[in-house]
């Protein structure tokens, strides 16, 4: 009879244990969780920055001009960028910089990142024009 009655008390100091390990996992798991969701935007701006650089240096490259070449890259880059052409004889290279949304609550902490795609790509050569030989 005796061992029934510890084992009985040992099991309802026991569930106290269960219910504080709860509460410390689930605001781990919250953590983790917003870290992931803002890694995914960083990464998702990332990917839109290369897509506006490329996008651009390819605009700049069929000879459009500079700003009509900036105004297709915004379309595609997140809001905010900053979209910067050089050119240099016939190679033109565009960056186009970002900053990523803020992070959530405590990983505000988390050192600011600096996104950026670089393209580098050669001007096209003006197309001769089509001479037609009639036979």
């Known amino acids: 009879m005796l061992s029934r009655s510890r084992s ?15 509460a410390f996992v689930l ?11 803002w890694l995914v935007g960083v990464v998702v701006t990332n990917i839109r920055c290369i897509d506006a650089a490329r996008d651009t240096a390819r605009a700049a490259a069929r000879g459009e001009s500079i700003e009509s070449a900036r105004q297709l890259g915004q ?6 960028a900053a979209i910067t052409i050089n050119q240099t004889g016939s ?3 565009v960056r186009v910089a970002a900053a990523p949304a803020a992070a959530p609550g405590v990983l505000r902490s988390l050192p600011q990142l600096d996104i950026h795609a670089d393209a580098t790509i050669h001007a096209e050569q003006p197309a001769l024009p089509y001479a037609h030989t009639a036979n």
């Open 8 to 22: 009985h008390s040992r099991a309802r100091s026991d569930r106290g244990a269960i219910t504080a390990e709860a």
């Open 75 to 80: 379309r595609s880059a997140p809001k905010g």
């Open 91 to 93: 190679t033109i290279h």
């Open 27 to 37: 605001p781990v798991l919250l953590a983790l969780l917003a870290f992931g969701l």
